[in-house]
């Protein structure tokens, strides 16, 4: 079963339209749960570590919070260059040194 | 990434063929991470190393093989590759076992036809 899902699948925003992603999670002793993101070609890019609920952090346009079932990444007032594919991941006591990747959000930010 | 480099970038192998991938890093980190990326299923860990030569297997770790002589090199390789290994393949450090995101690599992009 998917211990790391991720949605929308894929979102389109008109430049400053703001919106959330999810990332909901069924792990029991959850150590970390991680942002990146991940352009065409490349890899992924730390953004965040989250590790408890409650807890916010924040990287200009960007605000991950924390619950204990799912995190949100907020993107307020998006533009194009915020496009990108947005993964996050899970590290619990259960995976030991394996962090599980969610199959990741593709968002396009139109001008 | 600055750090961190894999070679080669693509490559294209028959069926039957052995590869090997390689990641080097500058950063000293202890811990270094094999993944694959596929569509629709995320990055899913093969193999990881926590030192040299000490090396242990991930989720898909069937048909591939590590190793690890020097801090700064880590190897992938498959034996005999197959139709179903044709992915991206992406190298991942940090220095601590927990808590701390990956550095990764730019990725190789195999086919095996």
């Known amino acids: 079963e998917d211990q790391v899902t991720q949605s929308p699948e894929a979102l389109r925003l008109q430049e400053g339209e703001s919106s959330s992603l999810n990332c909901s999670y069924t792990v029991s002793g959850l150590r970390g749960l991680f942002w990146y993101r991940q352009d065409p070609g490349k890899g992924p890019e730390f953004l965040f570590t989250l590790y408890s609920a409650g807890e916010e952090k924040e990287k200009e346009r960007l605000k991950a919070t924390l619950t204990k079932k799912e995190s949100f990444l907020h993107i307020t007032a998006p533009n194009p260059e915020d496009s990108a594919t947005y993964l996050c991941?899970?590290?619990?006591?259960?995976?030991?040194?394996?962090?599980?990747f969610g199959p990741g959000t593709r968002l396009s930010v139109l001008p | 990434d600055a750090g961190i480099t894999q070679s080669p970038r693509h490559k294209v192998t028959e069926t039957g063929t052995p590869v090997t991938l390689r990641c080097h890093q500058t950063e000293n980190h202890r811990y270094m991470y094999w993944y694959r990326q596929d569509p629709g299923h995320g990055l899913r860990l093969i193999h990881y190393?926590?030192?040299?030569?000490?090396?242990d297997k991930g989720e898909v770790s069937d048909g591939y093989s590590v190793s690890r002589s020097k801090t700064e090199d880590f190897l992938l390789t498959l034996e005999s590759a197959t139709s179903s290994q044709t992915s991206v393949y992406f190298c991942?450090?940090?220095?601590?076992?927990?808590?701390?995101?990956?550095?990764f690599g730019s990725g190789t992009r195999l086919t095996v036809v």
């Open positions: 190393s926590y030192g040299v030569k000490d090396t």
């Open positions: 991941a899970v590290q619990a006591a259960d995976y030991g040194q394996n962090f599980v």
């Open positions: 991942a450090i940090t220095e601590f076992s927990s808590n701390y995101g990956y550095t």
